[in-house]
T-cell receptor, first 114, second 110 residues
Framework: DAGVIQSPRHEVTEMGQEVTLRCKPISGHNSLFWYRQTMMRGLELLIYFNNNVPIDDSGMPEDRFSAKMPNASFSTLKIQPSEPRDSAVYFC????????????FGPGTRLTVL | GQSLEQPSEVTAVEGAIVQINCTYQTSGFYGLSWYQQHDGGAPTFLSYNALDGLEETGRFSSFLSRSDSYGYLLLQELQMKDSASYFCAVGSGSARQLTFGSGTQLTVLP
C-alpha cells in the first residue's frame, strides 16, 4: 500500500487566494482526519470524517476553511480566502475505526501564504 | 475538553534510557498513544495503551495508569536516530479522534 497520499507537498500562495489541499487515505480505512501543525499551536485536529461523513468540525478555525470527502478515497481541505496566519503544515491521516488509535499520517502539505 | 502535559525537551546520550512522561485530563477516554516525528517528517505511530500496564515493542515501552491519568514512553538503548519529537495523544469520541500533547524534543548525544 502506498500509504496516505497528499498533494501538493508544498504550496506558496498570496494572501486572498484560494488554496485546495488534497488527500487520498489508505484503502479500506474508514476514518479520515485533517490536522494543522505550527510551532505556536502544535498539532491541532481540524476536522474528521467517519465513513465519508463529517463528524466534528469544531477544530476548523474559521468559515474560510471547509473540507469535503466525496468518496472513500478522496478528501479536500479548502481555504478561501487564505491569510498569512494560515501558513502551517497540514497533515491528513486515516485509520480503521475499530483498530484502536493507530492513525497513519500522510507526508503533509507545507503551506506558505505571503 | 482535553489537555495533556509533557516535558518540552529531554537530552540523553547514546545507549542510555530515557522516560518521557505525559499527564492528561480528558473525558470519554479510549487510550493513550505515542507518536514520533522527525524534523520535516510526519508523525508515525509508536504505541497504544488502552489498559493499565506496560506495553513493550522492541526498544520502546509505554505505560498507562488510568487512575492517575498518567503515562510514559520509555526508550532504551538510545540511538542517534531516536532524536525526534515525541507526542502523547489521548483518544476520545466515536472515531477515536486524537488530541495531541505539545511534544517532547529528544536529543540523543554521542
Amino acid at each position: 500500500d502506498a500509504g496516505v497520499i497528499q498533494s501538493p507537498r508544498h504550496e506558496v500562495t498570496e494572501m486572498g487566494q484560494e488554496v485546495t489541499l488534497r488527500c487520498k487515505p489508505i484503502s479500506g480505512h474508514n476514518s479520515l482526519f485533517w490536522y494543522r501543525q505550527t510551532m505556536m499551536r502544535g498539532l491541532e485536529l481540524l476536522i474528521y470524517f467517519n465513513n465519508n461523513v463529517p463528524i466534528d468540525d469544531s477544530g476548523m478555525p474559521e468559515d474560510r476553511f471547509s473540507a469535503k470527502m466525496p468518496n472513500a478515497s478522496f478528501s479536500t481541505l479548502k481555504i478561501q480566502p487564505s491569510e498569512p496566519r494560515d501558513s502551517a503544515v497540514y497533515f491528513c491521516a486515516s485509520s480503521l475505526g475499530t483498530s484502536g488509535n493507530e492513525q497513519f499520517f500522510g507526508p503533509g502539505t507545507r503551506l506558505t501564504v505571503l | 475538553g482535553q489537555s495533556l502535559e509533557q516535558p518540552s525537551e529531554v537530552t540523553a546520550v547514546e545507549g542510555a534510557i530515557v522516560q518521557i512522561n505525559c499527564t492528561y485530563q480528558t473525558s470519554g477516554f479510549y487510550g493513550l498513544s505515542w507518536y514520533q516525528q522527525h524534523d520535516g517528517g510526519a508523525p508515525t505511530f509508536l504505541s497504544y495503551n488502552a489498559l493499565d500496564g506496560l506495553e513493550e515493542t522492541g526498544r520502546f515501552s509505554s505505560f498507562l495508569s488510568r487512575s492517575d491519568s498518567y503515562g510514559y514512553l520509555l526508550l532504551q538503548e538510545l540511538q542517534m536516530k531516536d532524536s525526534a519529537s515525541y507526542f502523547c495523544a489521548v483518544g476520545s469520541g466515536s472515531a477515536r479522534q486524537l488530541t495531541f500533547g505539545s511534544g517532547t524534543q529528544l536529543t540523543v548525544l554521542p
